[in-house]
């Protein structure tokens, strides 16, 4: 018995005579689909990113504030006064502890007597700037007094230190004369020695005494006294 095969049709499926075609394979692959990023790990990066800007804030916040606490306590130059060095003297001399502060006036005439006040008078001073100190000398307390009077020019400087070294012709109030200082047993310096020194268009002043009052034979070393004491006029010029 025969057996007889299908006829072939088209579109069935390849004739025995056909070449089958292969699909042509890409060279490079084609990229996997990109998948979504998961929610959850979206709010995670979230929160840690505004946790960092948090902590950004904060520090530079408190760098800020460390700087203007810094720079609120940091001295003020031009209020507070510096502490100047003791000048160098023979004899320790202390400053009085109730005039801690130097003593100023424009008006030279108010705190003088005799002549010298006329003089200021005629000649008003640019300032005078007075201080007291103290030291020991033989066992006695002796109270020197310090006046630097600043003088408009150099001549008239010069005049007044002349006019000071003239006995009997006044001087500048010393602070127990002037009432600022108490002292036992005096109401006054000029009774004791007198030292005065030309500095440009300035004339330091010094007067020394003993508490008590002093004697003659003290008269030589109240001199050294107040010769000693003039470096702190000196001193005393940079403060006016």
Known sequence: ?????????PGQYNSPDQTTRIPRVPSHPAAPPSRAP????????EYVLKG??????AVV???????????????DSTTQPTEQAQPQTKFKFVK????????RDSN?????YEDV???FEKKPCTEVVRELYTTTVDGKKVYSSVAVVRMSNAADAAELKKLTETDGTGNVNDLVKDGRVKVNGLRSLAGGAFASKLSGNDVIIVESDIEGGS????EAKLEEVSTDALAFGEQLKKTS
């Open 1 to 9: 018995m025969r057996v007889v095969s299908d006829p072939y049709r």
């Open 96 to 103: 009085h502890e109730q005039g801690a502060a130097p003593v």
């Open 215 to 218: 004697k003659k034979a003290d």
């Open 61 to 75: 916040s408190g760098m800020l504030w460390w700087l203007i606490q810094q720079s609120g306590n940091a001295p």
């Open 52 to 57: 960092l800007g948090l902590v950004l804030v």
């Open 38 to 45: 998961e929610p959850g790990k979206n709010k995670t990066r």
């Open 117 to 119: 006040k006329t003089f």
């Open 108 to 112: 030279c005439a108010r705190v003088s």
